[in-house]
């Protein structure tokens, strides 16, 4: 009878171990095969390019451009080309280059007088965005600037040019700039009309 009990107790011991050795290879094999498809399952994607240029220069993908403009002021039939005078009018051009941006964007433009310009009294008042003409357009043909809020306009993605002409004047009316300084200005060649702008570019989500 003992004998016979030791051959069950050895056969149920080794039916035991057959079971279990069965189950951890199962087992192994499965977490094996789980692992193998986590690998072969990595999913890749294209990080959007927000690479935009401001007149010909790469900002480096910031989202803030604060640069010193000098207007362009056009010859008419009192003035020549490049001179400053009270009640001169001006313009100045922002180029956007996105090209290679992915996303459409809002930029925001705020246009105000440097503070190192030699004519305090100039003000931004109205711009064009994409103009169609090389020309200076009459003034009812041009959007109002309204300083607020600036210049907000979106832009889709990949568009490789977005023109905004921006008008400055020299305002004697309203400015703060007495005649004295009016004619200093105007006698010194060294006088600048220098304009601060401001770029924000935030993109839609």
Not at 53 to 63: L, S, T
Not at 70 to 82: A, I, M, R, S, V
Not at 186 to 202: C, P, Q, R, W, Y
Request: with cysteine; glycine share 4%; proline share 3%.
């Amino acid at each position: 009878m003992k004998e016979e009990s030791k051959k069950k107790d050895i056969w149920f011991i080794l039916l035991f171990v057959i079971i279990v050795s069965v189950c951890l290879i199962y087992l192994f094999q499965s977490s094996y095969a789980k692992y193998r498809r986590g690998v072969s399952g990595n999913v890749e994607g294209d990080i959007a390019s927000w690479n935009i240029k401001v007149n010909g220069e790469d900002i480096m993908n910031k989202k803030t451009l604060t640069t010193t403009i000098t207007p362009t002021f056009p010859e008419d039939l009192y003035h020549n080309e490049g001179v400053i005078a009270p009640g001169v009018e001006g313009y100045y051009t922002i180029s956007i280059d996105a090209s290679n941006v992915d996303v459409p964007f809002t930029v925001t433009i705020r246009s105000e007088v440097a503070d190192n310009s030699s004519v305090s009294d100039l003000k931004t008042e109205t711009f064009e965005y994409n103009p169609t003409s090389n020309d200076m357009v009459p003034v009812e043909d041009r959007r109002e600037y309204v300083a607020d809020t600036g210049i907000v306009q979106q832009i889709p993605k990949n568009k490789a040019s977005s023109v905004f002409r921006i008008y400055v004047v020299w305002d004697d009316e309203t400015g703060t700039m007495d005649n004295s300084q009016d004619t200093d200005v105007g006698i010194d060649n060294s006088s600048k009309a220098l304009m601060k702008v401001t770029l924000h570019f935030e993109q839609i989500k």
